[in-house]
């Protein structure tokens, strides 16, 4: 089982919400939407450690003959 993939959906997900998060708290003042580096950096990392505890975000694995 390989933890330092997450899907190509999660990853950009992830990078997106991030992004929005730190953009709002720039907008809006509010410190806790720089929270939003955590979801951006496992996007960008492609390192989730939710998964990694959940194991609900694995990757299929190919069969190996």
Do not use: H
């Amino acid at each position: 089982m390989d933890f330092n993939k997450i899907r190509k959906f999660c990853r950009v997900f992830r990078i997106i919400i991030g992004l929005a998060l730190i953009i709002a708290g720039v907008i809006t003042g509010i410190y806790w939407f720089y929270l939003g580096v955590l979801p951006l950096l496992a996007g960008l990392l492609n390192f989730c450690p939710l998964c990694i505890m959940s194991k609900k975000c694995d990757l299929p694995q190919a069969e190996e003959k």
